[in-house]
């Protein structure tokens, strides 16, 4: 009787560890997706940071330009004494 107790054991216990194995592949794999999905999220938050920065950028190039614009240093030059040169007082240089 010993024999045909360890014998019915086995088959009940083949069945469980089949059911835990695929029971943590399932796991596994939800864990993956939820992984994918997170990414998912920060790469779309990621593309509308990239986004504003550039919209930044150009704005600032912008400011830039019109900030060092020939008629606005001309203007400004008189509030800080600045004047044009004379002729003896520009150098070419090569």
């Known amino acids: 009787m010993k024999r045909r107790a360890k014998s019915g054991a086995k088959p009940k216990l083949l069945p469980a560890l089949l059911a835990i194995i695929v029971a943590l592949a399932g796991f596994a794999m ?24 550039l919209q930044d950028n150009q704005r600032l190039r912008l400011e830039a330009a019109e900030l060092s614009s ?25």
């Open 30 to 53: 939800l864990m993956v997706r939820l992984e994918v999905i997170q990414e998912g999220y920060r790469l779309s938050a990621l593309r509308t940071d990239v986004e504003k920065l």
């Open 70 to 94: 020939y008629q606005r240093l001309r203007a400004l030059a008189p509030r800080y004494g600045l004047r044009s040169p004379e002729p003896g007082q520009m150098v070419m240089m090569r």
